[in-house]
């Protein structure tokens, strides 16, 4: 039984769940901390394996942006379509080949690295699981290239250790923000928070999206759309961020869904209720997280919808939406909503 429900799904007959048609994700294995006596926080000691189209990873490339620990901190970015049938090693692998072509673009995706965290030039995120005995396969990766390990491999918990070393790490941001508030009442705001988008939104998404019984569905379906008006509620007083004026870790956690909404998940995870435009107060919001330095890099809508669509959709991208104009440019004009 998993405690904290805002970082991870509650476990409980997850087989059955399974088997009934419920999409239920599975549990981090790694969970050592930077601050841990042998994990100490250095600047350029860490490196992150992250997948671009990953909401998790974005939590992690976002919180590397924001805290301006983009030079002393290394990251490596797989394709966003995990191998195939005939891959040797086996299906649905996320590998680190940068000359592999996007079916989107019909080209190469320049974001996309080989893996240089380990120094051995590994060929799948797998193998960097394998050499510390485990089976795991899933990115973010938080990794320590002195010590040759995982640190973590739970994007809740990175962001959070990175936010609370940060200056130790070499960030040299004076104006960083504190994703993690000081003041217990506005942490608790934001725990409470977490929680709800984590459940109906982040992993909500999914619930809806991947599950197989029109049930299990149609309640995530009513939670997720039933948060986004609370939230553009909430929003609809003026404040620019969830909790107030700081940006924290909640809109941190809340963006890499909003961001997927309205050119991926509206027809890939059938969350076709309403777009963002629709919800004003939000809409603005996310223009609004959006332009803050360092957020538009972190990302990457290309490497979303060829991740998302790229492998199952007969590896036929949708190349909506059009109006009222494409995106990401739309998330430049926040007068659109
Ligand atoms: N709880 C983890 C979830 C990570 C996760 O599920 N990542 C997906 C990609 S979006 C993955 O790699 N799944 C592959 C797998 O688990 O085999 C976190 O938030 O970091």
């Known amino acids: 039984m998993s405690k904290n429900t805002s970082t991870e799904e509650d476990q409980a007959d997850a087989k059955g769940r399974r088997a009934r048609g419920e999409f239920v994700r599975g549990v981090s294995g790694f969970r050592h901390a930077i601050g841990d006596a042998e994990f100490p926080a250095e600047p ?9 189209n990953c909401p998790w990873c974005h939590r992690v490339t976002l919180a590397r942006a924001v805290l301006g620990l983009e030079d002393s901190i290394s990251m490596d ?4 379509n995990r191998t195939g049938d005939a891959d040797p090693v086996g299906p649905s692998l996320w590998e680190f080949a940068p000359d592999r072509v ?10 996309c690295t080989t893996e240089t965290g380990t120094g051995l030039g590994l060929r799948l995120a797998k193998e960097i699981y394998q050499r510390e005995g485990s089976d795991e396969q899933s990115v973010p990766i938080l990794y320590d290239k002195i010590a040759g390990r995982i640190v973590n491999n739970e994007s809740a918990e990175i962001i959070r250790m990175l936010d609370a070393n940060a200056e130790h790490l070499g960030s040299t941001m004076s104006d960083r923000p504190r994703l993690v508030p000081a003041d217990p009442e ?3 705001r934001v725990d409470e928070l977490n929680e709800r988008i984590y459940v109906t939104i982040n992993n909500g998404a999914y619930k809806a999206g991947f599950s197989s019984d029109q049930a299990v569905y149609a309640q995530a379906f009513d939670a997720y759309f039933a948060t986004l008006s609370a939230l553009n509620q909430l929003l609809s007083d003026g404040r620019p961020y969830l909790t107030g004026s700081a940006f924290t870790e909640a809109d941190l956690r809340l963006f ?7 050119p991926v998940y ?4 059938k969350l076709n209720g309403a777009r963002i435009l629709d919800y004003p107060h939000l809409w603005r919001w996310l223009c609004r997280v959006y332009a803050l330095p360092g957020v538009a890099k ?9 991740g998302y669509f790229g492998r199952t959709w007969n590896g036929v991208v949708p190349s909506g939406p059009l109006l009222p104009m494409p995106y990401p440019e739309a998330y430049a004009h926040p007068d659109l909503a």
């Open 186 to 188: 506005q942490k608790a």
């Open 256 to 262: 890499p869904t909003v961001y997927r909404h309205d």
């Open 44 to 52: 350029g000691r860490y490196h992150l394996f992250v997948a671009l």
């Open 298 to 306: 972190a990302g990457s809508l290309i490497h979303c919808r060829q």
């Open 77 to 80: 970015v797989a394709f966003p």
């Open 102 to 111: 996007a079916t989107l673009t019909s080209s190469t995706l320049p974001e």
């Open 266 to 269: 509206y027809v890939r995870m």
